[in-house]
C-alpha cells in the first residue's frame, strides 16, 4: 500500500508526469475522434426529427455538451488552482492554467450554439436571459483567470493570484446549472436530470452523451499538450528539460 502511494506522489513531480502525459495524448485523441464520429452518426443520422422543433434540436448535441463541460472544466480548474494554492503543489497550478483555455472554449461554443439555436427557436440571437447571462459570465471569469496570470512576470505568485479569482467564481457554477428553477427564465430547462428520466427519445439522448465522452477526451488530451508545454516552460533550467530533444528542437 504504502509503495503504490509513492508512485502517485511521485506523479504530482513534472519531472515524472511529462512522460506519462506523453504516452496518454494519442490514446486521448483517439478516442476523442472515435466518441466524436459515434456521436455525430448517431445524433444527426439516426436521432428522429424533434416534433416541435424540427431538425434545428440538432445543435444540441454540440451545444449541451460544450455547456456541460465549461462548467465541469471551471470545477477542476478552481480545485488545482485551490490545491495549488494551499499545498504548493507546482503541478496542480499548472494544471489549472492548462484547463483554462479548453473551458473558454467550451464556453464559447456553448454561447454560439446557443445563439445559433435560439435565432430559429425564439426568434432572436441573444436575450439578458439567466442562464445565458451567467454562462457569458462564466466565459469572462475563463478570460479574466488567463488574463491575470499573464499579467503578473512571477509564476508563482500569479498561480496564488489566480487561484483566488478561480476559487470565488466557483459561485456561478451552481447559479448557472439551477437558473431555469430558480428565476423564470427564456432558456428550456435540463432534458437530463439525475433525479428522473430523460425527457428525450433514447437515440437523442445516446448521441448526446457521446458527444459529451468526445468533448471529454478532447479536453483531456488539450490539456495535457498544454500541460507539457507549459512544465516545459517553467523547468526550462532543470538539466532533465535541457536534456529533452523538445528542448534542443
Known amino acids: 500500500m504504502s509503495l503504490r502511494l509513492i508512485n502517485w506522489f511521485k506523479l504530482a513531480s513534472p519531472y515524472s508526469f511529462f512522460p506519462v502525459a506523453g504516452r496518454l495524448i494519442p490514446w486521448f485523441w483517439a478516442l476523442t475522434?472515435?466518441?466524436?464520429?459515434?456521436?455525430?452518426?448517431?445524433?444527426?443520422?439516426v436521432a428522429p426529427t424533434d416534433a416541435t422543433q424540427g431538425d434545428s434540436y440538432r445543435i444540441i448535441f454540440l451545444?449541451?455538451?460544450?455547456?456541460?463541460?465549461?462548467?465541469?472544466?471551471?470545477?477542476?480548474?478552481?480545485?488545482?488552482?485551490g490545491m495549488?494554492?494551499?499545498?504548493?503543489?507546482?503541478?496542480?497550478s499548472m494544471w489549472a492554467l492548462s484547463l483554462a483555455p479548453t473551458g473558454a472554449l467550451m464556453a464559447f461554443l456553448s454561447l454560439w450554439t446557443g445563439a445559433l439555436w435560439g435565432k430559429p427557436t425564439w426568434g432572436t440571437w441573444w436575450v439578458w436571459d439567466a442562464r445565458l447571462t451567467s454562462e457569458l459570465i462564466l466565459l469572462?471569469?475563463?478570460?479574466?483567470f488567463m488574463?491575470?496570470?499573464?499579467?503578473?512576470?512571477e509564476p508563482r505568485r500569479a498561480d496564488r493570484a489566480?487561484?483566488?479569482?478561480?476559487?470565488?467564481?466557483?459561485?456561478?457554477?451552481?447559479?448557472?446549472?439551477?437558473?431555469?428553477?430558480?428565476?423564470?427564465?427564456?432558456?428550456?430547462?435540463?432534458?437530463?436530470?439525475?433525479?428522473k428520466?430523460?425527457?428525450?427519445?433514447?437515440?437523442?439522448?445516446?448521441?448526446?452523451?457521446?458527444?459529451?465522452l468526445c468533448f471529454w477526451m478532447y479536453s483531456i488530451a488539450a490539456a495535457l499538450i498544454r500541460l507539457r508545454a507549459?512544465?516545459?516552460?517553467?523547468?526550462?533550467?532543470?538539466d532533465w528539460v535541457l536534456r529533452l530533444p523538445e528542448a534542443t528542437a
Open 162 to 195: 489566480a487561484a483566488v479569482l478561480a476559487l470565488v467564481g466557483v459561485v456561478n457554477v451552481p447559479i448557472i446549472y439551477f437558473s431555469v428553477k430558480w428565476w423564470n427564465t427564456l432558456h428550456q430547462g435540463s432534458s437530463v436530470s439525475m433525479t
Open 140 to 144: 469572462f471569469l475563463y478570460l479574466g
Open 63 to 81: 451545444h449541451v455538451p460544450a455547456s456541460w463541460m465549461s462548467m465541469f472544466i471551471y470545477i477542476v480548474m478552481a480545485f488545482w488552482a
Open 147 to 153: 488574463a491575470l496570470h499573464a499579467a503578473i512576470d
Open 84 to 92: 495549488g494554492m494551499a499545498f504548493n503543489t507546482r503541478l496542480s
Open 230 to 238: 507549459i512544465i516545459l516552460e517553467r523547468e526550462a533550467h532543470t
Open 33 to 45: 475522434v472515435l466518441f466524436g464520429i459515434a456521436g455525430l452518426y448517431v445524433g444527426f443520422f
Open 197 to 212: 428520466a430523460p425527457s428525450m427519445a433514447q437515440t437523442m439522448l445516446w448521441g448526446m452523451l457521446l458527444m459529451a
